[in-house]
Protein backbone atom coordinates (compact mmCIF):
# COMPACT_ATOMS: atom_id res chain seq x y z
CA UNK A 1 0.00 0.00 0.00
CA UNK A 2 1.30 3.77 -0.97
CA UNK A 3 1.85 5.74 2.10
CA UNK A 4 -0.14 8.80 3.13
CA UNK A 5 2.90 10.75 3.22
CA UNK A 6 6.77 10.62 2.58
CA UNK A 7 8.36 12.01 6.13
CA UNK A 8 11.48 13.96 5.15
CA UNK A 9 14.40 14.01 7.74
CA UNK A 10 17.39 16.10 7.53
CA UNK A 11 19.99 14.24 9.94
CA UNK A 12 23.57 15.42 10.88
CA UNK A 13 24.56 13.19 13.90
CA UNK A 14 21.59 12.22 15.19
CA UNK A 15 21.97 8.83 16.21
CA UNK A 16 20.63 9.72 20.42
CA UNK A 17 17.29 10.78 19.14
CA UNK A 18 16.11 9.06 15.77
CA UNK A 19 14.82 5.89 18.00
CA UNK A 20 12.88 8.37 19.82
CA UNK A 21 11.57 9.87 15.97
CA UNK A 22 11.49 7.10 14.23
CA UNK A 23 9.31 5.01 16.79
CA UNK A 24 6.90 7.85 17.01
CA UNK A 25 6.18 7.77 12.97
CA UNK A 26 1.85 7.37 12.88
CA UNK A 27 1.11 4.68 10.52
CA UNK A 28 1.38 5.25 6.91
CA UNK A 29 4.11 7.57 7.16
CA UNK A 30 7.31 6.59 5.47
CA UNK A 31 10.34 8.04 6.77
CA UNK A 32 13.18 9.09 4.49
CA UNK A 33 16.16 9.74 6.63
CA UNK A 34 18.45 12.05 4.32
CA UNK A 35 21.92 11.62 6.17
CA UNK A 36 24.00 15.05 5.58
CA UNK A 37 27.65 13.81 5.88
CA UNK A 38 26.52 12.34 9.92
CA UNK A 39 29.98 10.86 11.69
CA UNK A 40 27.89 9.17 14.78
CA UNK A 41 26.45 6.84 12.72
CA UNK A 42 23.49 8.24 12.19
CA UNK A 43 22.46 6.19 8.88
CA UNK A 44 22.70 2.67 10.92
CA UNK A 45 20.29 3.58 13.37
CA UNK A 46 17.86 5.30 10.92
CA UNK A 47 18.06 1.31 9.01
CA UNK A 48 17.90 -0.67 12.03
CA UNK A 49 14.88 1.25 13.08
CA UNK A 50 12.92 0.80 9.81
CA UNK A 51 13.75 4.25 8.08
CA UNK A 52 14.74 4.60 3.99
CA UNK A 53 18.06 6.02 4.24
CA UNK A 54 19.40 8.45 1.55
CA UNK A 55 22.81 9.87 1.78
CA UNK A 56 23.73 13.72 0.99
CA UNK A 57 27.08 13.74 1.06
CA UNK A 58 27.15 18.05 0.44
CA UNK A 59 26.28 19.29 3.83
CA UNK A 60 23.68 21.78 4.55
CA UNK A 61 19.97 22.06 5.22
CA UNK A 62 18.53 22.35 2.06
CA UNK A 63 20.67 19.90 0.25
CA UNK A 64 19.61 17.45 2.95
CA UNK A 65 15.62 18.73 2.02
CA UNK A 66 16.23 18.54 -1.56
CA UNK A 67 17.47 15.16 -1.64
CA UNK A 68 15.09 13.96 0.75
CA UNK A 69 12.39 15.16 -1.74
CA UNK A 70 13.61 13.82 -4.75
CA UNK A 71 13.77 10.52 -3.04
CA UNK A 72 10.28 10.38 -2.12
CA UNK A 73 7.47 8.48 -4.19
CA UNK A 74 3.91 9.86 -1.87
CA UNK A 75 2.13 13.06 -3.54
CA UNK A 76 2.61 14.64 0.02
CA UNK A 77 5.53 14.60 1.55
CA UNK A 78 6.65 16.34 5.26
CA UNK A 79 9.71 17.67 6.52
CA UNK A 80 10.71 18.20 10.24
CA UNK A 81 13.89 18.28 11.89
CA UNK A 82 15.10 14.76 13.01
CA UNK A 83 16.05 15.97 16.37
CA UNK A 84 13.74 14.56 18.58
CA UNK A 85 12.09 18.53 19.11
CA UNK A 86 9.08 17.49 17.18
CA UNK A 87 6.78 14.69 17.55
CA UNK A 88 5.80 12.79 14.28
CA UNK A 89 2.38 12.08 15.90
CA UNK A 90 1.68 15.29 14.93
CA UNK A 91 2.44 15.02 11.34
CA UNK A 92 -1.85 13.97 10.28
CA UNK A 93 -3.03 17.30 11.49
CA UNK A 94 -0.68 18.84 9.27
CA UNK A 95 -1.80 16.64 6.36
CA UNK A 96 -4.96 16.52 6.94
CA UNK A 97 -5.18 20.35 6.75
CA UNK A 98 -3.78 20.53 3.39
CA UNK A 99 -7.31 19.45 2.07
CA UNK A 100 -8.91 22.43 4.26
CA UNK A 101 -10.01 25.72 2.12
CA UNK A 102 -7.51 25.29 -0.05
CA UNK A 103 -4.06 25.30 1.49
CA UNK A 104 -1.62 24.35 -0.08
CA UNK A 105 1.40 24.23 2.35
CA UNK A 106 0.94 24.14 6.12
CA UNK A 107 3.37 24.70 8.78
CA UNK A 108 3.87 23.95 12.49
CA UNK A 109 3.94 27.01 14.56
CA UNK A 110 6.39 25.58 17.39
CA UNK A 111 4.80 26.04 20.78
CA UNK A 112 7.63 25.45 23.62
CA UNK A 113 6.87 22.44 26.29
CA UNK A 114 9.52 22.64 28.73
CA UNK A 115 12.64 24.26 30.12
CA UNK A 116 15.44 24.52 26.81
CA UNK A 117 12.79 23.54 24.35
CA UNK A 118 13.09 27.07 21.99
CA UNK A 119 16.16 29.36 23.30
CA UNK A 120 15.40 32.72 23.73
CA UNK A 121 18.05 33.98 21.13
CA UNK A 122 16.88 31.62 18.59
CA UNK A 123 13.10 32.76 19.04
CA UNK A 124 14.02 35.97 18.91
CA UNK A 125 16.01 35.47 15.22
CA UNK A 126 12.57 33.26 14.16
CA UNK A 127 10.81 36.45 15.04
CA UNK A 128 12.24 39.35 13.63
CA UNK A 129 12.68 37.04 10.09
CA UNK A 130 8.82 36.19 10.66
CA UNK A 131 8.29 40.05 10.86
CA UNK A 132 11.07 40.93 7.57
CA UNK A 133 8.67 38.15 5.79
CA UNK A 134 5.71 39.29 6.63
CA UNK A 135 6.30 43.17 5.97
CA UNK A 136 7.58 42.27 2.29
CA UNK A 137 4.98 39.21 1.37
CA UNK A 138 1.61 40.52 2.94
CA UNK A 139 1.34 37.27 5.10
CA UNK A 140 0.59 36.98 9.25
CA UNK A 141 2.83 33.76 9.49
CA UNK A 142 4.68 33.61 13.47
CA UNK A 143 6.76 30.89 12.94
CA UNK A 144 9.44 30.01 10.04
CA UNK A 145 9.26 26.14 11.82
CA UNK A 146 10.66 22.99 10.45
CA UNK A 147 7.62 20.82 10.17
CA UNK A 148 5.61 21.37 7.76
CA UNK A 149 3.79 19.64 4.43
CA UNK A 150 2.86 20.23 1.06
CA UNK A 151 2.53 18.19 -1.77
CA UNK A 152 5.45 16.94 -3.86
CA UNK A 153 4.81 17.82 -6.87
CA UNK A 154 3.83 21.80 -6.09
CA UNK A 155 7.03 21.92 -4.44
CA UNK A 156 9.04 20.68 -7.02
CA UNK A 157 7.46 23.41 -9.18
CA UNK A 158 8.65 25.96 -7.10
CA UNK A 159 12.38 25.14 -8.21
CA UNK A 160 13.66 26.12 -5.07
CA UNK A 161 17.67 26.50 -5.39
CA UNK A 162 18.97 27.45 -1.46
CA UNK A 163 21.21 24.43 -0.09
CA UNK A 164 21.72 25.96 3.25
CA UNK A 165 19.67 27.18 5.70
CA UNK A 166 17.66 29.75 3.79
CA UNK A 167 15.00 26.55 2.47
CA UNK A 168 12.51 27.21 4.85
CA UNK A 169 12.27 30.73 4.38
CA UNK A 170 12.61 30.09 0.39
CA UNK A 171 10.17 27.77 0.43
CA UNK A 172 7.50 30.01 2.14
CA UNK A 173 8.32 33.10 -0.33
CA UNK A 174 8.05 31.26 -3.07
CA UNK A 175 5.05 29.67 -2.07
CA UNK A 176 3.53 33.28 -1.67
CA UNK A 177 4.50 34.28 -4.91
CA UNK A 178 2.69 31.25 -6.17
CA UNK A 179 -0.02 32.10 -5.15
CA UNK A 180 -0.74 29.75 -2.28
CA UNK A 181 -2.74 29.59 0.77
CA UNK A 182 -0.57 29.05 3.50
CA UNK A 183 -1.70 27.66 7.13
CA UNK A 184 -0.44 27.81 10.35
CA UNK A 185 -1.14 24.79 12.95
CA UNK A 186 0.17 24.41 16.43
CA UNK A 187 2.95 21.99 17.50
CA UNK A 188 4.16 21.30 20.63
CA UNK A 189 8.41 21.75 20.54
CA UNK A 190 10.57 19.87 22.95
CA UNK A 191 13.35 20.20 24.08
CA UNK A 192 15.94 18.38 21.68
CA UNK A 193 18.30 15.44 22.27
CA UNK A 194 21.59 15.40 21.70
CA UNK A 195 23.90 19.05 20.85
CA UNK A 196 22.38 20.91 18.89
CA UNK A 197 23.93 22.49 15.18
CA UNK A 198 21.18 25.34 14.54
CA UNK A 199 18.86 26.44 17.47
CA UNK A 200 20.76 25.38 20.54
CA UNK A 201 23.81 28.04 19.81
CA UNK A 202 24.03 31.35 19.20
CA UNK A 203 26.13 30.69 16.33
CA UNK A 204 24.21 28.03 15.13
CA UNK A 205 21.15 30.80 15.28
CA UNK A 206 23.11 33.26 13.42
CA UNK A 207 24.40 31.90 10.33
CA UNK A 208 20.97 30.61 10.27
CA UNK A 209 19.65 34.38 10.11
CA UNK A 210 22.16 35.58 7.82
CA UNK A 211 21.46 32.71 5.20
CA UNK A 212 17.57 33.60 5.59
CA UNK A 213 17.82 37.68 5.67
CA UNK A 214 20.06 36.38 1.99
CA UNK A 215 17.52 34.80 0.75
CA UNK A 216 14.68 37.43 1.94
CA UNK A 217 16.93 39.81 -0.05
CA UNK A 218 18.06 37.74 -3.43
CA UNK A 219 14.28 36.64 -4.28
CA UNK A 220 12.78 38.87 -6.96
CA UNK A 221 8.70 38.91 -6.60
Known sequence: MSPTADVIL??????????????RMPEGFRPIVVDNASTDGSAGVALRHGAHVVDAPNRGFGAACH???LAAKADVVCVMDADASLDPAELPRLVEALGDAGAALVLGRR???????WPLHARLGNAVLARSLNRRAGT?????????AVHRK???ALELTDRRFGYPLEMVMRAVDAG???????????PRQGRSKVTGTVGGTLRAVRDMRRVLAGVAR
Open 154 to 156: DLL
Open 67 to 69: AGV
Open 111 to 117: RPTGRGA
Open 10 to 23: PCLNEAEALPWVLS
Open 140 to 148: ALHDLGPMR
Open 180 to 190: WRITEIDVAYR
